[in-house]
């Protein structure tokens, strides 16, 4: 099994069907805790899978005006996915009484 990479550019992020938030928080160029807030805040379409929240590649590199069509590639390969027991990014604060 090769190892596994994460995307470093918008265009290697076309071929992947989710990512952590540390890439995208690099592809976005923002902070890893600005891209765990947008997360919590579903500004970013992201899921959790195992406990560790991935973002979903297509509607975020469509949010980048990334091109459509090569989008659509990878929005027919995972169009598949059984998407149940996928859930949006929730707080893990826990509430102050």
Same mark, same amino acid.
């Given at each position: 099994?090769?190892?596994?990479?994460?995307?470093?550019?918008?265009?290697? $992020?076309?071929?992947?069907? $989710?990512? +952590?938030?540390?890439?995208?928080?690099?592809?976005?160029?923002?902070?890893? +805790?600005?891209?765990?807030?947008?997360?919590?805040?579903?500004?970013?379409?992201?899921?959790?899978?195992?406990?560790?929240?991935?973002?979903? +590649?297509?509607?975020?590199?469509?949010?980048?005006?990334?091109?459509?069509?090569?989008?659509?590639?990878v929005a027919e390969a995972t169009s598949s996915l059984d998407p149940s027991g996928a859930r949006q990014c929730t707080s893990r604060r826990k509430?102050?009484?």
């Open positions: 099994m090769a190892p596994r990479t994460e995307p470093k550019t918008l265009a290697e $992020a076309q071929h992947v069907a $989710a990512f +952590s938030v540390s890439t995208a928080a690099m592809l976005a160029g923002t902070s890893v +805790s600005a891209m765990y807030l947008a997360c919590e805040r579903g500004e970013v379409e992201s899921t959790r899978l195992c406990g560790r929240i991935l973002v979903k +590649s297509v509607p975020f590199l469509a949010m980048f005006g990334v091109d459509s069509d090569a989008v659509n590639v509430s102050s009484k």
